[in-house]
C-alpha cells in the first residue's frame, strides 16, 4: 500500500491571546522559505513604518485579523505550505472566547496540535482546556511549544519545570504522543533553525518534529466505510450503464471483488471497480474521493453507507456522544435539532444529559448539567432515522455529528460518539 497522503499533515495551533502563535507561524514560514520575498518586502516596511524595531513576522497572518477586525467571521483560516519532505495545512484558529468551538472546528481533522504556552507563565488554564480538548478530539500527536525562551534566560530549569507541570495533568489525558520543545519564535530559535541559546536541548527542532512525525497510522485503515455522496449515472450512450457511488473513504482498504453490505437496507453485493479522477484504482484508502461500481444493481441513495459484511458499522437511532457546545443558546434538554453524520442528514431530540463536564478539574458535574457555550458534556440523542455510526475512538469521520438549529440553520455542537 502506498500511502501518498503521509506527504501532506494537517495541524493546529492554540495557545492563550499573545503566547507568540502569529509569530510562530510567521516564523515557520519565513525561515523554511515559504513566504515570497515580496510579501516579506511588504512586512518588512509595514513594521518600519509602525517603529517596531525588527520585521515583525506575526503580520503574515494580520490578514485575518484585519477581516475579523471588519467584523467579518472567520472561525478557521486555512493555510498550506511545504518543504521538500512534506506539505502541511495549518488550521489557524483564533483564540479569544469561541475557542472551544474554533478548535473543534480546525482540530477534528489535524494529525498534530501544537500547543503554546510562555515560558513566563507556564501552564495556565487554557494550556489545560486546549490540551483536554486536543485529547477529546482525539488529535494523535502533540506537540507543547515553550515559547518566548529568550525572556527567561533560555533557562533549562524553567523548560523542565513547565514539562514537568504539564505532565503531572496530562497523564489524565488520552494523548499518544507528547512532544516538548523549548523555542523563541520572535529570535527564530528552535523553529526551523537550531537555537544556539539553549546547548541543553537535546531534542529537534519544531520544523523537523512536523516533517517527521509518523502520520501514516492515523487515519483507519481497517474498518471499511464509504459514505455515499452522490449517485453518478451520466446519461450518454457511451456510459449508458455506469451507475456509481461516489464519496470520500471514511476506513478500509478497499479492492475490487471485496464482498459488501449497503446500510441501511442490508444488501449484499461485491465491489466491481473503484474509480477515480485518475482513473481506475487498484487499491483505495482514506481520505480518497473514489465512485464506487457493485456487480449488482441495488437502489443506493445518498447518506446510505458502503461497508463491509464481515465488519460494519452499528445501525442506531441511540446515540451517546460527548457534545461540544458552540452557541449562544444553550442546549435544551428535550429540544429537537438537525443532525448530519457523514452526508447522512436527519433530526434528532436531546433525551438525556447525562452530566457536563469541568474541563478544569476534569471532573464530571451531575448536579449542574446546563450545557452553555463552550462546554462541553456527555448526551443521548434520539435520531428519526438510523444513523451508521462507530465510536469516535474508532474513527474520527463516522463517529463524529454536527447538530444544526433549524431555526437559524446555525451549527450549535459537534459530537463525538461513544
Ligand atoms: N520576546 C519574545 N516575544 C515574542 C515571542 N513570540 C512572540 N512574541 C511577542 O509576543 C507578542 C504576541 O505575539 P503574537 O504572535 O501576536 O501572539 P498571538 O498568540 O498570535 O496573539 P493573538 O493573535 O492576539 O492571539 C508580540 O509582541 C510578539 O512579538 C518570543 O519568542 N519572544
Redesign the pocket.
Known amino acids: 500500500m502506498t500511502l501518498d497522503n503521509t506527504e501532506l499533515l494537517r495541524f493546529t495551533t492554540a495557545?492563550?491571546?499573545?503566547?507568540?502563535?502569529?509569530?510562530?507561524i510567521g516564523r515557520l514560514l519565513y525561515d523554511s522559505k515559504s513566504i515570497f520575498e515580496d510579501q516579506y518586502e511588504q512586512i518588512a516596511t509595514t513594521s518600519s513604518k509602525r517603529g517596531e524595531e525588527g520585521v515583525?513576522l506575526?503580520l503574515l497572518t494580520d490578514g485575518l485579523?484585519a477581516e475579523r477586525e471588519q467584523g467579518i467571521t472567520i472561525d478557521v483560516a486555512y493555510r498550506y505550505f511545504a518543504t521538500p519532505k512534506r506539505k502541511f495545512i495549518i488550521a489557524d484558529t483564533?483564540?479569544?472566547i469561541q475557542y472551544t468551538r474554533n478548535m473543534v472546528t480546525g482540530a477534528s481533522t489535524a494529525n498534530v496540535a501544537l500547543i503554546?504556552i510562555d515560558a513566563r507563565h507556564g501552564v495556565v488554564e487554557q494550556t489545560r482546556r486546549h490540551s483536554f480538548i486536543a485529547s477529546l478530539l482525539q488529535i494523535p500527536h502533540l506537540i507543547v511549544c515553550v515559547?518566548?525562551?529568550?525572556?527567561v534566560d533560555f533557562s533549562e530549569e524553567a523548560f523542565n519545570k513547565i514539562k514537568d507541570d504539564f505532565q503531572t495533568f496530562s497523564h489524565r489525558l488520552d494523548v499518544k504522543d507528547i512532544d516538548f520543545i523549548p523555542?523563541?519564535?520572535?529570535?527564530g530559535d528552535n523553529v526551523v533553525e537550531k537555537s544556539e541559546n539553549m546547548d541543553w536541548y537535546g531534542g529537534s527542532t519544531l520544523l523537523y518534529s512536523l516533517e517527521n512525525v509518523h502520520i501514516g497510522s492515523d487515519n483507519n485503515f481497517i474498518d471499511c466505510r464509504l459514505p455515499v455522496q452522490t449517485v453518478i449515472r451520466p446519461y450518454n450512450d457511451e456510459y449508458h450503464d455506469y451507475r456509481g457511488y461516489a464519496g470520500r473513504i471514511a476506513g478500509g482498504v478497499w479492492k475490487k471483488g471485496d464482498e459488501v453490505t449497503i446500510l441501511p437496507s442490508g444488501f449484499t453485493t461485491k465491489v466491481a471497480k473503484i474509480d477515480s479522477y485518475d482513473g481506475e484504482l487498484e487499491e483505495a484508502y482514506p481520505p480518497m474521493s473514489v465512485t464506487m461500481l457493485l456487480e449488482d444493481d441495488i437502489d443506493i441513495s445518498r447518506g446510505d453507507m458502503i461497508v463491509r459484511t464481515n465488519n460494519q458499522a452499528e445501525v442506531t437511532q441511540d446515540v451517546e456522544v460527548m457534545l461540544c457546545w458552540f452557541n449562544e443558546r444553550p442546549l435544551q434538554p428535550g429540544g429537537k435539532y438537525g443532525i448530519m453524520h457523514t452526508t447522512k442528514e436527519a433530526r434528532c431530540m436531546v433525551k438525556d444529559v447525562r452530566y457536563r463536564l469541568d474541563i478544569n478539574s476534569l471532573h464530571r458535574d451531575e448536579e449542574n448539567k446546563d450545557i452553555k457555550m463552550n462546554d462541553i458534556g456527555r448526551v443521548l440523542l434520539r435520531t428519526t432515522a438510523p444513523l451508521f455510526v462507530d465510536s469516535y475512538r474508532k474513527n474520527r469521520i463516522t463517529g463524529s455529528v454536527i447538530l444544526i438549529d433549524e431555526q437559524t440553520n446555525e451549527t450549535v455542537a459537534a459530537g463525538m460518539v461513544i
Open positions: 495557545g492563550s491571546v499573545d503566547d507568540g502563535k502569529s509569530t510562530l515583525n506575526a485579523k483564533p483564540g479569544h503554546l515559547n518566548k525562551m529568550d525572556l523555542m523563541s519564535a520572535l529570535l
